[in-house]
């Protein structure tokens, strides 16, 4: 089985209880415990005010990481190819659309349609950044982050430049969310590039896996692992709290499992 | 990149079931748009219906996948012996070896709008029949094919709006050139639905009449639903006769609106460079462009602009959207699956529904179907958020 391999140099996450990496990092580490709290979602400085205004929480989750993770490194946005990874589209646009369907006027607004596909984040942000390099959107259920961290590392391998993965979730409201119980959202992102330069933060190595994934000691940390599918990625981000090389099994589709192997670079 | 085999591949539109009744349909000008009802949206327009749907039954054992985008899919896989290739693939190289890559904009989210018709009067919540997971959300098409074929390899669906299903060609390229699968299938399934019709109803791009792409009074688009499947493999040292290979993938992202096309077709342009690019061929070797031509107005004119500026304006194109309606999330590998037609029976099916085209337009928009000995075809897939994607197929 071949192995992809990629040097992490941006590195962001936004989570209940989670406001930010530094956080993260004291609790993934063992640090400090962990405390569930809403999820606090900043205001994306990216967008323009009436821009900001109009866009859902999706857009707002995913360019906040989006742009945490870009800032840590001199990379240029503009040229960067994204990957974006959700369970779903946004969920309180996506409730206000069958609202209004089962009603009898049926009138959407023209700007909540086009805010209720898939991609809206990668179009906001494409456009925030004046990126028009390459930009997918992926939707894999549960497994949406293990889509997106394969798609980012095969895209990198492909293109041999820098790929920013960003991976999130905005849950419904009810009634739907009673039928999905993501109660929290959640975003990661992590900027991959191809050599492990000055920048890098760690050596990621990427390959499918049969064998069960790891799960989380801490029963609130794990909890949450399995409630949000963005945060399937936590023993990933464990292993980089924790800056030693290691190995973890990240939960995939049930079979195949994706194996992350991190060394931290000098 | 290095080109792959279409193994296999299928589709169906409204204009039929499979390759042999699509060629057909294409070749003598058929439309399979129609003014219609469907379900109970009161909305003047036509629709490219597929025939049958409603009839179609899931396996028991995966009834809980019941949907209209699934029977749709269950539908389009049973064409032109498409499961039973896969299958053939999957004894090969194991099921694990296997990828499932799929476009769709709505998956089954008609499901959702109909539930949302027959919440509790008390609470609010929705009926217990209501299955979220493998109907409404946008992975349950690719896992509703990927349990349908007793595969086991890496999955997920591409949802970028209408580049969706030209998207995943990249995608299965991508991870056969980095060894983690042996074959994928690829393919867009989007179905009708409320949302998609009176959303655009909503931005005013819902043609009266059938649409008629390039057309001087082209008045925008006819919402149309298909399944389209295509297995690709490394191609082989000795193709087989009449075999299909896709040659290159483009992708770019127009960073200008969320709904509207640069209007210089920037993004478009970048992506056509790229696919031409990615095959290592020069636009004189495209003997047929399948436009992504919606026949909205600003879609139409921005997509000339960057199809004249990279082929010059002698390059033979023409949108079959007139003939499907515009399948959205699976329009992209509907219209491969047709590129690949044009290369297999050597002909540029015709735009049909346009009369006169736009003068305003250059490029050579082909009104009558003809005959050609095609090499290599561009297909052309854009989308919301600026999203867009090319594909070049060639003869194997």
């Known amino acids: ?44 400085g990216l967008l323009p005010p009436n821009e900001r205004r109009r866009s859902g929480l999706a857009v707002k989750i995913a360019l906040a990481v989006g742009a945490a993770a870009l800032a840590q490194t001199a990379r240029d946005a503009s040229r960067i190819d994204t990957v974006f990874a959700s369970s779903s589209a946004d969920g309180d646009t996506c409730h206000a659309i069958c609202e209004q369907l089962a009603g009898s006027e049926r009138l ?39 889509a997106g961290l394969i798609e980012a590392c095969a895209l990198l391998h492909a293109r041999g430049a820098p790929v920013l993965l960003v991976a999130y979730d905005a ?4 009634p739907l969310l009673a039928k999905r119980p993501v109660r929290d959202a959640f975003g990661v992102a992590l900027l991959l590039a191809p050599q492990a330069g000055a920048g890098a933060r760690a050596r990621l190595e990427l390959t499918l896996a049969e064998g069960a994934p790891d799960t ?46 991190v060394a931290p670079c000098a | 990149m290095r080109p792959l085999q279409l193994s296999s591949f ?12 699509t060629l057909g349909a294409l070749q003598r000008r058929a439309s399979g748009l129609a003014r219609r009802a469907f379900e109970t949206a009161a909305l003047d327009t036509c629709l490219g219906e597929v025939e049958g749907v409603d009839e179609v039954r899931l396996p028991p054992a995966l009834a809980a996948w019941d949907c209209r985008n699934n029977r749709l899919a269950e539908l389009g896989l049973a064409q032109d012996g498409f499961a039973d290739a ?37 609470s609010g919540a929705l009926p217990a029949d209501f299955d979220y997971a493998r109907t409404h959300n946008t992975y349950s098409v690719t896992g509703y094919v990927r349990a349908r074929l007793a595969l086991a390899g890496p999955a997920w669906t591409v949802s970028t709006a209408c580049s969706s299903s030209g998207k995943v060609f990249g995608a299965a390229a991508r991870m056969i050139d980095a060894g983690l699968i042996d074959a994928a299938v690829v393919g867009g399934v ?37 399944a389209a499947f295509a297995l690709l493999e490394p191609l082989p040292a000795a193709p087989a006769p009449g075999a299909v290979a896709l040659l290159g993938v483009g992708e770019s992202s127009d960073a200008h609106h969320m709904s509207a096309p640069h209007p210089e077709g920037l993004g478009a342009r970048l992506a056509m460079q790229a696919a031409l690019g990615a095959a290592a061929l020069r636009p004189a070797d495209i003997g047929y462009i399948n436009l992504h031509g919606t026949a909205t107005p600003s879609n139409d004119a921005a997509e000339d602009r960057a199809v004249t500026e990279v082929f010059g304006t002698r390059t033979p194109c023409s949108s079959t959207k007139g003939a499907t309606g ?21 002909f540029i099916p015709a735009g049909v529904n346009t009369v006169e085209p736009d003068p305003a337009l250059r490029a050579d928009y082909v009104l009558e179907g003809r005959e050609a000995p095609l090499k290599h075809v561009l297909s052309n897939s854009f989308g919301f958020g600026g999203t867009n994607c090319s594909l070049v197929l060639g003869r194997a």
């Open chain 1, 108 to 146: 959407i607004s023209p700007t909540r349609f086009h805010n209720s596909v898939h991609n809206a984040p990668s179009g906001y942000w494409s456009i925030a950044t004046r990126c028009m390099a390459p930009s997918t959107s992926l939707c894999a259920y549960d497994a949406s982050f293990g």
């Open chain 2, 86 to 122: 896969v299958r053939a693939a999957a004894a090969r190289c194991s099921a694990a070896r296997v990828g499932v890559f799929l476009g769709t904009s709505t998956s089954g989210i008609l499901q959702t709008e109909l539930a949302y018709r027959r919440r509790d009067g008390a």
């Open chain 1, 216 to 261: 989380l000691a801490d029963a609130g940390l794990e909890a949450l692992r399995r409630a949000v599918p963005t945060a399937r990625s936590l023993p990933l981000l464990r292993l980089l709290a924790r800056g030693a090389s290691a190995a973890a099994v990240i939960e995939y589709l049930g079979g195949p499992h994706l194996a992350v192997r």
């Open chain 2, 326 to 346: 515009h399948t959205l999330g699976a329009a992209g590998a509907v219209e491969a699956a047709i590129a690949a037609l044009a290369l297999r029976h050597g």
């Open chain 1, 1 to 44: 089985m071949s192995a992809l391999a990629a040097a992490i140099e941006g590195l962001a996450l936004l989570g209940p209880g989670l406001p930010d990496w530094a956080s993260a990092h004291a609790v993934l580490s063992g640090a400090q415990p962990y405390v569930h709290a809403p999820t606090a979602v900043p205001v994306p």
């Open chain 2, 190 to 226: 989007d179905s009708l639905c409320l949302t998609t019709l009176y959303g655009f109803n909503s931005l005013e791009l819902l043609a009266r009449e059938p649409c008629r792409p390039w057309d001087r009074a082209r008045s925008g688009l006819s919402i149309g639903e298909a």
């Open chain 2, 10 to 21: 299928t589709l169906t539109t409204c204009l039929g079931r499979g390759r042999e009744a």
């Open chain 1, 171 to 174: 849950p419904y409201p009810e």
